[in-house]
């Protein structure tokens, strides 16, 4: 990385990209202060900054790898950058003795014709240009489009409607079409902006340590150096591969519903009952007990039942969060312990979830995090016998509490959700289970690829909508993946149920026809099963559904291939098309579509009442058309019958797996 003088400023090079570009009229970087008013709602956030000051730092001194900026010539800087790295890999290093400077604005070369994606998890738009993406870990909302009537009640009725930039997790991370990263290392509220033609500029709250950037020659490269950068899952566990994770919340009675399941064919690798703990009764209904140990009432004679079930191939999970209610049995344990986050006056901070309270266990508290560990997650629920469990609520970190290491939690919200992940890795470890066991969460931030094992998508509406339906869990996949996450997954089905929104079946066939060529299929009976169609309770749906499952199974050995890939390589199993066709501009901006590995395309019907689809099939390719084998030439749009079962996939010529794929159509 370079420093270029000129008579009235600076470029900062890295590979011979522009990076930055300072001139005295026009900076690259301003410096200020914001007073900001933040709002959580059970998960959901208001949040308004009131600017008090945005100065630019006009003047600049370059002095070897540091730049000082200052308001103007002769003033005392107020920001001082030090420069290092090579031609690959370059560091911008933030110091200020400043302390009044709570707001920082950088600008980054840009130019039109850019493509920009990452930012962590993003649902509704995988090409970031164009938009601004405040980065925030929340509940995600309902909806997520302020112009639709189901975003206005979610909003009128709970503050829970969210909008296109919402996410359980964000990143302070992009790439760019010119094939370099850049990365923010700060926990503080930031904010993307890429609305501008001729520079992308960055928002902190706070005086970041440090912005890193990475150069390679190629985006599989730059995808290599981002999961070496921010860590890699173990190998899936070997039981994964024998079917779906099947989701029943109907204690007892899950067993049976298991049992019809197993008989009309389907493969099974699970049994997910998050009711594992019992269940709480409100005016809302019927809500988990939040006490995370196994009730004898709701779910009798457990732990043979598990042991059973594990000695016919088939794994048994469960659900856990962060917090722990008053009236359970850990809490007081906890309490007594000092392992809770606090209020202003030292005492335990109680969370209101809705007629229950809670106490949130304080992660930076190196004891309440080994206690949680060991003590819940460790004895209660792998010594037990889970084979794996939800890890929910890693973006609820409430921001008026008061944290064992000093710091605000305002800095700390972002922070929570890697915190939470390296609990449950600590956890899987001390018990040497470490890619056998499989814990999925869906908040995250910077640093949780090395603790989390699987991602889910969130609680998407049961729907086909643009910004909350199934096709966003494709976006949030392919975001995701390039930052590090090799592997992605979705309730099938969606999950959220408000205002009279239900599940349809040919929802959950569409969606069970995309969870077919994802790394793991799993099913969720949603927020409110009996308002709406489960698997199991439609003969039409069923037999889709086991069929959907052997057709996951036939192409295990090509989803092998693809996790040895991701444990070496740090690929993701879902890939964006320009990943492997980087000369073919017009895969940049696709999001309803993906390469599962490298040689199967998949282009999920996402639209109600669809019989046919088209999709874009990549220049530099030859491809077959998986159920009538017809071949297409690369480079253009091709329209397909999509009948149900036949989802739209399509192979390469010349593929290794050609044989596989093939087999498919005798399923």
Known sequence: MKIQTTSDGFDLVLDGRLILRHRSEAPCLFVGQGDARMDMYRGNFDIEDYVIERTPLSHAVVSGSEIAFSNAPGQKP?????????????????????SAINRLWIRIAAEDGEHVWGGGEQMSYFDMRGRRFPLWTSEPGVGRDKTTEITFKA???????????????????????????????????SAFDFRRGDFHEIEIWAVPERIELTARPTFIALVEAMAERFGRQPPLPEWVYGGAIIGLKDGANSFERLERIIAAGTKVSGLWCEDWVGLRHTSFGARLFWDWKANDDRYPALRQRIAELEDRGIRFL??????????????PEAEAAGYFATDENGKTALVDFGEFDCGVVDFTNPEASAWFADRVIGQNMIDFGLSGWMADFGEYLPIDVKLANSVDAKIMHNAWPTLWAEVNARAVESR?????????????FTGVQKHCPLLWA???SVDFTRHDG????????????????AYHHSDIGGYTSLFGNVRTAELIMRWAEMGAFTPVMRTHEGNRPRDNLQIDQDPQVMAHFARMTQIYVHLVPYLKSLVAEASTRGLPVQRPLFLHFEDDARTYAIQDAYLYGADLLVA?????????????????????????????????????????GQPPVFYRVGSRFAELFAGLRTI
């Open 458 to 460: 969130g609680d998407q």
């Open 318 to 331: 469960g659900y856990v969060n962060p917090y722990l209610a008053v009236d359970g049995s850990l809490f």
């Open 155 to 189: 909003d009128v009725t709970g503050k829970s409607g969210g909008d296109y930039w919402n996410t359980n997790y964000p990143q302070p991370t992009y790439l760019s079409s010119y094939r370099y990263a850049l990365h923010v290392e700060t926990s503080a509220y």
């Open 432 to 444: 040497g289970k470490t890619g056998e066991i499989l814990f999925f969460m869906r908040a995250g």
């Open 470 to 485: 199934l096709v966003t869990v494709i976006s949030g996949a392919l975001s995701s993946g390039l930052l590090g996450n």
């Open 78 to 98: 107020r920001l001082t950058l030090q420069v290092s790295g090579d031609e690959r890999n370059g560091a911008i290093a933030f110091r200020s003795d400043d």
């Open 604 to 644: 999920p019907v996402s639209q109600a009442g669809k019989t046919d689809w088209s999709t874009y099939l990549p220049a530099g390719a030859d491809w077959v058309h998986v159920w009538t084998d017809e071949t297409f030439t690369g480079g253009r749009d091709v329209t397909v019958p999509a009948p149900f």
